[in-house]
C-alpha cells in the first residue's frame, strides 16, 4: 500500500505540475551532452548529413522499457527537427517492439512537420535481437551512412563501447546515455559528454517535447527528495534501535 | 482512432497496474488475459522485427550499397536457419551445432573486442578530457583491477579492504543511480499510462 | 448662305456641314460612307463639288487671284524659276462649276491685274458666314492665268499638273505670291517698335516695318479694310451672331473690286502707321457686326494711343520673299508671315547674353521711347515704373531682345504686370463684385494654415519690397515673382557619417564570414584517411598482445597464480544451501544471460551445479527468460560436465535428469505469472506450485533479472508460506555482482557467487571441479595485470602529450 500511497502521490504531482509549467515554462540547468545534442542536429540538417538515433535494446515488459520510451520522447522532437533535412535520421534499436514504435514515432514527428512523404519505414530498423548482434549491426550504419552524430539513448549494455569506438573513429559527435551502470561507466570514458544517472530521462524536456516532460523532472526532484529523508530517517531510527 | 488508442491505452495499464495492489479475482484475471494479449503481441512484433531486417537488407541489396555482401550472408544464413529449425526443431544437433559454433563464438569475440576497446578508451581518456573527475576514475579503475587481480603471491595486501572500502562508495552511488533511474522510469510510465505520452503514435 | 434640312431631324443646317449639327445624320448622300462598297477611283477634280461652299469660295478667290499674278508675271522681263506648285493637285481637271475665290485670297498677289471671275458671282452670303465677308471677288473674275515662266520651273512630274493649270483658267493663287514672295526675300524687314517690348523694362531696340505701296494694298487689301472700318465703328454690341461669325468688320463680299474686298487689310497697314507715328486714332470703318473684344480693342489702341501707340494686332512687316516683288505686291499680314522669326537663332541668343553688357544698338529716337517703363495690359499703354525699380538704361540687350519683347506684345493682364500689394499674410481683402454681394474672407483654421508653407518660406525671405525689381528677362519690372531664398540656408540637410557603426566582434564576425564565402568557392581535397593511423595501430597492438599472451597461458594451461581457500561469505551460504537441499528433488535454474557471456557464466555457474549434481542429483528444470537463453543450456551442462556421460561427467540425460522449459516471455509479468502458478504460464513445467522446487538458482549477467526473481519471490513468499525457506541462489557475472550485493546482504537472496574470483575458489573448494575457472584463472591474472600496466601508462601518455597539445596549441592560437 505504500507503493500505492506513492504511486498516488506521483500521478497528482505530475498531473499539477504539468498544468503549472505550461504556464510557466521551467528553467532547466545545463547539460553539456544536451546542448551538444541541439547543435548536432541543426548542423546535421545544414551539412547534409544525418542522424543515428540509437534506443537500444529494452524491453517494454520490463523496466527497462522507461528509457525506451525516454528515447522515444526524444526522437519525437529530433524527427520533427530533422524532417527538412536531405538525409534523414536512422533510428536503430535491438527490440521488436521498440522497432515499431520508433517507426511510428518517427512518422509522427514528420506528420506535425508536415512532411509526412518524406517519411521512409527503412528509417527504423531493427539490427539485431540480442544486445552484441544489435551492437554488430548498429556498427555499420555509424561507420557508413554520413552520420554526423550518433545518440544513444536507452537500454544499452557494454556492446555500447563498440558503437562508440566507432563514432570515435568517425569523428562524429555521440550523446549517450543510459539506465545499465556498466554502460555509463563504459560511456563516461568513451563520449565527450557523458550523461549519468536520470539524466536520460531528461531528454525529452531539453528538446523541448512538453510541459509534462519538465514537469516530471520536478517531481522526480520532489520524490528524491522524500526517499532522502526516509532513507535518512530510517538509518536514524535504526541507529536508534527502533526497529520497524 | 486516437481517441480509442488512448483510451484503450489507459484502460490496460490501470487494470495491470491495480492487479498488482490489489487481489480481487476479476482484476487478477484481466490482467493475466491483458499480459498474454501482449505477449502474443511482442511475439508478432518480433516477426515484424526480422522481416523488416530482411527488408533493410534487400534493400541495401538492391541498391548495392557499401555491406550488401553482408546483408546477402545475413539473409542467406538466416533463410538457412529458419528452415532448418522448423524443418529439424531446436533440439537437433544441427540447431545446436549452430548455436555452439557461430552465435556463441561470435558474440564472444564481440566480447574480447570489448575488453581492447575499454583499455583504448582508457588509454585515451585524459587526451580528450583532462578533469579531476576522469583522474579519479581512472584512479579508482586502475586500484580496483589491481585489488582483484590474482598474482602469484596472492592477493594483494589490503586489496579486501580497498574492494570493501571503495566498494562501499561504488554499490552506494549505484544504488543511487539505480534509485534516480527507478524515479525516472516511474515517472515516464505514469505518462504513457495517462496519455500524456503517446509513442504508439498520434502525438 | 443656303441651309440643308437634314433627312432625320428636320433642321435646318449650313451647307457647308456635312452632318447635321443637331443629329449628327449625314445631310448629304455623296458623304456617306457605305460599308462593304469597293473604293471607286475618281478624278479629283469630281471632288470638287463635294466640298463645302466656304472652301470652294476660297479656292476660287485663290484662283483668281492666281491668274492675276500670273499675269502679272508674264509682264516681267526677268524670269526666275520658281518654286514648284505644291498647290497644282488642288486645280480640277474638269472644274465646270465657277467657283468663287474668296477677294482676300484672290488679291494676295498684288500684282495682279484685275482679275474677273469666272465663276458665277456667288450668291449673296448671310452673315453668319465669316468668309462671306472676305469674299469680295467679282463675279466673273477669273482666276489669274499662270504665267508662261512659272510653269518652266515646274518640275516634269508636275508638268502634268501644269499643263492643266494652262488649260484651265482657274489657278492656285498661292503658289503665285509664295513664287512672287521668294522673288522679294533680300528686301529689307522693317519692323515696327511696339509697346510689349517697352514691358520688360528694357530699351530695346525697335524697327520700323516699311509699309505696302498703298494703292496696291489698297486694291488688295480692301477687305482688310473693310474690316477695319468695321471694327472702327460704334462700340456697340452687334447682333447675336451665328458661330461661325468671328470676323469683325466683315463686310458682305462685294461684286465690285477686289480693292474692296483687301480693305480691311489695306486699314490695318495704314492703322500701323498712325500707330507708330500719330497719336490720332484711326478711322474706324463703319462696324456692323464686329464683335465687341476687336471693337474695344481697337478703340483702346485709337482713343489711348501714347505717343508711341501700339496696336494689338499690328501686323508685322516682314521682308518679302521675292525680292524683285515690291513691297507693294504683298499685303502687309503676309509679310509679317514672312519676316525673320521674332525668337532668335540660338547662337543669336547667346550673343544676346553675352551682349548682355552692350550698349543698346537702337536709335536715338528710340531711346527715348526704351525707358523703363511697365505695360498695362488692362490699358494697353505702357506705364512708367516706379522710381527705384528702373534698371539702368545702359543694360540693354542686343537686337533679339526686341525680338523677344516683341513676343509680348500682347495684352498683358494686371496680375501679371503688377504684383499683388501687400503682405501674403495679410488677411484677404474683401473682394466687391459689382452688383454683388461682398465674399467675406474665411478665417483658415489653425491646421490649414499650418500646412501653409509659403509662409515659413517667406519668413526666411525677405518681404515683397525689399526685393530687386527684375530688370530684364520675361520679369523685367516685376518685383516678388519669385521669393529670394538664402543660398545655404539652415535647411541644409544634416550631414550623418555614411560610416557603418559595427563594434570589433562585429567586424572580426563579419571577416570570418567573409572568409567562409570566399572559401566555398575553393575546393577542399578530401581527407582521405590513412590506411594506417597510430590508433588503428594501437589497436591492432593491443589486441595481437592480448591475444598472443592470454592464448599462450591458456595453452600452456599454466596454474602458477595461487587460489585462495577462503570463500566469500555468499558463496558460503551458497556451499550450505544445497547441501541442505533433500536429494532428488526438483530445483528451478532460471538462465538469463546472453551468449556472449556464456564463457564466463559456464565457469561461474560449473561449480554450483558440479555441487548440486554431485550431492543430490535433483531434477534440474532450466527456464529461461530471453530467447538466447534456452539454447545455452545444452552447452552449459555439456561444458560443464554435467551432461557428458561418465567418467568424464555426470551422465545427466535431456528429459530424465532435466528438462529445458523454453523461454519465458513477458519479462516482469511472465515472472510473476510463473511464480503464481507455474502451470499456467508453462502447461509442460509439471508443477503447480513453485513451492515443489526444492530452490531457484537464477543465472544471470545483468542485475535486472535478479531483481526481478528477487522481487516477486519476495512478494510471493509473504503470501505462500511455503515458500518461507525455500532458497534463492544466484550465480551472476562480475559486472551483475555488485548489483545484487544488496539482496544478498538482506537476505533475500540466500548466496551468490559472482565472477571468475568467486567461482576459483568455490571450484577450488568443491575438489576443482569442474575445472574451467581454474583454467582461466591465470589468465585472467596475466590479463587484468597487462591491463592495468597498459592503462596506467596510456593514460599517462595520453595526460603528457594532451598538455603538450594545448600548450601548442595555446600559443599558436
Redesign the interface.
Given at each position: 500500500?505504500i507503493?500505492?500511497g506513492i504511486?498516488v502521490f506521483?500521478?497528482v504531482l505530475?498531473?499539477a505540475l504539468?498544468l503549472w509549467r505550461r504556464r510557466s515554462p521551467a528553467t532547466l540547468r545545463k547539460i553539456d551532452a544536451y546542448d551538444r545534442l541541439n547543435r548536432e542536429v541543426g548542423l546535421a540538417v545544414e551539412n547534409g548529413t544525418r542522424l543515428h538515433i540509437s534506443l537500444g535494446r529494452g524491453?517494454?515488459?520490463?523496466?527497462?522499457g522507461?528509457?525506451a520510451?525516454?528515447g522515444?520522447?526524444m526522437l519525437?522532437r529530433i524527427a520533427e527537427r530533422t524532417s527538412v533535412s536531405d538525409r534523414p535520421p536512422i533510428v536503430t534499436s535491438g527490440?521488436?517492439?521498440l522497432?515499431?514504435?520508433s517507426q511510428?514515432?518517427s512518422?509522427?514527428g514528420y506528420r506535425a512537420a508536415g512532411a509526412e512523404e518524406q517519411f521512409r519505414?527503412?528509417a527504423?530498423?531493427?539490427?539485431g535481437?540480442?544486445?552484441?548482434?544489435y551492437?554488430?549491426?548498429t556498427i555499420?550504419i555509424a561507420r557508413?551512412e554520413n552520420v554526423s552524430a550518433t545518440i544513444l539513448l536507452g537500454d544499452l549494455?557494454?556492446?555500447s563501447?563498440?558503437v562508440?569506438?566507432v563514432a570515435?573513429?568517425q569523428d562524429s559527435s555521440l550523446i549517450a546515455a543510459s539506465?545499465?551502470?556498466?554502460a555509463?561507466t563504459?560511456l563516461?570514458?568513451?563520449a565527450?559528454d557523458p550523461l549519468?544517472?536520470?539524466e536520460?530521462?531528461a531528454a525529452?524536456a531539453y528538446v523541448g517535447?512538453?510541459a509534462?516532460?519538465e514537469a516530471?523532472l520536478l517531481?522526480?526532484d520532489i520524490?528524491?527528495w522524500l526517499?532522502i529523508l526516509t532513507i535518512l530517517g530510517g538509518a536514524a531510527l535504526k541507529f536508534l534501535g527502533i526497529g520497524f | 482512432m486516437r481517441v480509442f488508442t488512448a483510451a484503450f491505452a489507459i484502460s490496460s495499464g490501470l487494470i495491470v497496474l491495480l492487479g498488482y495492489f490489489f487481489q480481487i479475482p476479476a482484476l487478477m484475471q484481466l490482467r493475466l488475459i491483458l499480459t498474454d494479449w501482449a505477449i502474443v503481441i511482442a511475439g508478432f512484433a518480433v516477426l515484424i522485427g526480422i522481416f523488416n531486417l530482411i527488408a533493410v537488407q534487400m534493400e541495401k541489396i538492391r541498391t548495392r550499397q557499401k555491406g550488401s555482401v553482408f546483408g546477402a550472408a545475413l539473409v542467406l544464413s538466416l533463410i538457412v536457419t529458419f528452415g532448418f529449425g522448423l524443418l529439424l526443431g531446436p533440439e537437433d544437433p544441427f540447431m545446436r551445432l549452430a548455436v555452439d559454433a557461430v552465435i556463441v563464438p561470435v558474440e564472444a569475440a564481440l566480447m574480447a573486442i570489448l575488453a581492447v576497446t575499454l583499455i583504448y578508451a582508457s588509454m585515451r581518456l585524459l587526451r580528450r578530457r583532462v578533469d579531476l573527475m576522469s583522474v579519479l576514475f581512472l584512479t579508482v579503475a586502475v586500484i580496483f583491477l589491481a585489488a582483484i587481480m590474482p598474482t602469484p603471491f596472492g592477493q594483494l595486501l589490503g586489496s579486501q579492504f580497498i574492494i570493501d572500502f571503495a566498494g562501499m562508495f561504488s554499490r552506494g552511488g549505484a544504488r543511487g543511480l539505480l534509485l534516480g533511474i527507478a524515479l525516472g522510469t516511474l515517472l515516464t510510465g505514469l505518462r504513457v499510462l495517462f496519455a500524456i505520452d503517446r509513442p504508439y503514435g498520434g502525438n | 448662305m443656303a441651309d440643308i434640312r437634314c433627312p432625320s431631324c428636320g433642321k435646318n443646317n449650313p451647307d457647308f456641314l456635312d452632318v447635321c449639327q443637331f443629329c449628327q445624320t449625314p445631310l448629304k448622300p455623296e458623304s456617306m460612307v457605305h460599308t462593304g462598297e469597293n473604293p471607286v477611283k475618281k478624278n479629283t477634280g469630281e471632288l470638287e463639288p463635294i466640298l463645302p461652299q466656304w472652301l470652294r469660295d476660297v479656292r476660287q478667290q485663290a484662283r483668281a487671284s492666281a491668274e492675276e499674278n500670273a499675269a502679272e508675271e508674264a509682264a516681267k522681263p526677268k524670269v526666275q524659276k520658281e518654286p514648284p506648285d505644291l498647290l497644282a493637285g488642288l486645280v480640277s481637271q474638269t472644274r465646270e462649276d465657277e467657283d468663287e475665290i474668296p477677294d482676300w485670297l484672290a488679291s494676295i498677289n498684288p500684282s495682279t491685274k484685275p482679275r474677273s471671275i469666272e465663276a458665277p458671282p456667288p450668291e449673296p452670303k448671310p452673315e453668319k458666314d465669316f468668309f462671306a465677308k472676305f469674299d469680295i471677288s467679282k463675279p466673273g473674275q477669273t482666276a489669274p492665268q499662270v504665267d508662261e515662266p512659272i510653269q518652266e520651273d515646274v518640275p516634269s512630274w508636275m508638268a502634268g499638273a501644269a499643263d492643266s493649270m494652262q488649260v484651265h483658267e482657274e489657278k492656285d493663287e498661292l503658289s503665285a505670291w509664295l513664287a512672287q514672295a521668294s522673288a522679294e526675300s533680300d528686301k529689307p524687314i522693317e519692323l515696327e517698335f511696339d509697346g510689349a517690348s517697352q514691358m520688360a523694362g528694357v530699351d530695346q531696340p525697335s524697327f520700323t516695318i516699311k509699309q505696302p505701296e498703298t494703292p496696291k494694298a489698297e486694291e488688295d487689301l480692301g477687305w482688310l479694310h473693310a474690316l477695319e472700318d468695321s471694327s472702327k465703328g460704334p462700340a456697340q454690341p452687334s447682333a447675336p451672331q451665328p458661330d461661325l461669325n468671328w470676323a469683325p468688320g466683315a463686310e458682305p463680299s462685294q461684286p465690285s473690286a477686289g480693292q474692296e474686298d483687301l480693305n480691311w487689310l489695306n486699314t490695318l497697314g495704314v492703322a500701323s502707321e498712325p500707330a507708330a507715328q500719330e497719336s490720332t486714332p484711326v478711322q474706324s470703318v463703319p462696324q456692323t457686326d464686329s464683335p465687341d473684344w476687336l471693337t474695344n480693342l481697337d478703340v483702346g489702341h485709337g482713343m489711348e494711343a501714347p505717343s508711341a501707340p501700339v496696336a494689338p494686332f499690328v501686323p508685322r512687316r516682314t521682308a518679302p520673299l521675292d525680292e524683285k516683288s515690291s513691297a507693294d505686291s504683298m499685303p502687309d499680314w503676309l509679310k509679317s508671315a514672312t519676316e525673320e522669326p521674332s525668337m532668335p537663332a540660338p547662337g543669336a541668343l547667346s550673343d544676346w547674353f553675352r551682349e548682355a553688357d552692350k550698349p543698346p544698338r537702337f536709335d536715338q529716337a528710340q531711346r527715348e521711347l526704351s525707358t523703363p517703363q511697365s505695360f498695362d495690359l488692362t490699358q494697353g499703354k505702357p506705364v512708367p515704373l516706379e522710381q527705384g525699380d528702373a534698371p539702368a538704361p545702359a543694360e540693354s540687350a542686343s537686337l533679339s531682345n526686341q525680338d523677344i519683347d516683341s513676343l509680348f506684345s500682347v495684352t498683358m493682364p494686371d496680375w501679371l504686370s503688377h504684383p499683388e500689394p501687400g503682405a501674403e499674410g495679410a488677411p484677404p481683402s474683401k473682394v466687391e463684385a459689382p452688383g454683388d454681394e461682398a465674399i467675406t474672407p474665411v478665417d483658415l483654421p489653425a491646421w490649414v494654415q499650418a500646412m501653409r508653407p509659403v509662409e515659413s518660406v517667406i519668413s526666411e525671405t525677405a518681404s515683397v519690397e525689399n526685393q530687386p525689381t527684375e530688370r530684364e528677362g520675361p520679369l523685367a519690372g516685376l518685383r516678388g515673382v519669385i521669393p529670394i531664398a538664402p543660398i545655404g540656408s539652415s535647411r541644409r540637410p544634416k550631414a550623418f557619417s555614411l560610416k557603418l557603426q559595427a563594434s570589433d566582434e562585429q567586424q572580426s564576425a563579419a571577416g570570418i564570414l567573409e572568409k567562409i564565402l570566399a572559401g566555398e568557392m575553393n575546393p577542399r581535397p578530401l581527407a582521405t584517411p590513412a590506411f594506417v593511423t597510430s590508433q588503428r595501430a594501437l589497436r591492432w597492438a593491443l589486441s595481437g598482445l592480448f591475444i598472443l599472451v592470454l592464448g599462450a597461458m591458456i595453452f600452456l594451461q599454466t596454474q602458477s597464480m595461487p587460489i585462495s581457500a577462503a570463500l566469500p561469505v555468499e558463496v558460503s551460504n551458497i556451499s550450505q544451501a544445497i547441501v541442505s537441499l533433500p536429494p532428488n528433488s526438483s530445483v528451478l535454474v532460471v538462465v538469463d544471460y546472453e551468449p556472449a557471456l556464456a564463457g564466463e557464466m559456464e565457469a561461474v555457474t560449473g561449480p554450483l551445479l558440479d555441487q548440486l549434481v554431485l550431492l543430490g542429483r535433483p531434477r534440474l528444470t532450466f527456464l529461461a527468460t530471453s530467447p538466447n537463453s534456452s539454447a545455452l543450456v545444452d552447452r552449459l551442462l555439456a561444458n560443464t560436465k554435467i551432461s557428458l556421460p561418465a567418467p568424464n561427467g555426470l551422465d545427466y540425460k535431456a528429459g530424465e535428469n532435466y528438462f529445458n522449459l523454453g523461454y519465458l516471455p513477458g519479462g516482469s509479468s511472465g515472472v510473476l505469472e510463473f511464480v503464481e502458478s507455474p502451470a499456467s504460464a508453462i502447461p509442460s513445467a509439471g508443477v503447480h506450485n513453485l513451492s515443489e522446487y526444492a530452490a531457484v538458482i537464477l543465472l544471470t549477467d545483468h542485475a535486472e533479472s535478479g531483481r526481478n526473481w528477487v522481487e516477486q519471490l519476495d512478494a510471493r513468499k509473504r503470501i505462500d508460506p511455503s515458500l518461507a525457506n525455500q532458497p534463492l541462489l544466484v550465480a551472476a557475472s562480475a559486472q551483475a555482482g555488485p548489483l545484487l550485493q544488496p539482496y544478498v546482504s538482506s537476505r533475500q537472496v540466500t548466496g551468490m557467487v559472482s565472477g571468475l574470483s568467486d567461482a576459483a575458489r568455490y571450484e577450488f573448494v568443491n575438489n576443482s571441479r569442474p575445472g574451467i575457472a581454474r583454467a582461466y584463472w591465470d589468465s585472467f591474472g596475466v590479463g587484468l595485470l597487462m591491463a592495468i600496466a597498459l592503462i596506467a601508462a596510456g593514460s599517462m601518455w595520453s595526460l603528457i602529450t594532451g598538455i603538450r597539445a594545448r600548450r601548442a596549441e595555446a600559443g599558436a592560437g
Open positions: 500500500m507503493a500505492l504511486l506521483a500521478v505530475l498531473l504539468t524491453n517494454l515488459f520490463t523496466s527497462r522507461g528509457s520510451l525516454a522515444l520522447a519525437r527490440d521488436a517492439a522497432t515499431i514504435l511510428d514515432t512518422q509522427s519505414v527503412s527504423g530498423r531493427m539490427t535481437l540480442s544486445p552484441f548482434s551492437a554488430a549491426g555499420p557508413d549494455g557494454a556492446e563501447a563498440l562508440a569506438e570515435d573513429r539506465d545499465n551502470l556498466p555509463q563504459i563516461y570514458a568513451s565527450q549519468i544517472g536520470e536520460l530521462f525529452g517535447a512538453g509534462s516532460h516530471s517531481v522526480q520524490l528524491r526517499i | - | -
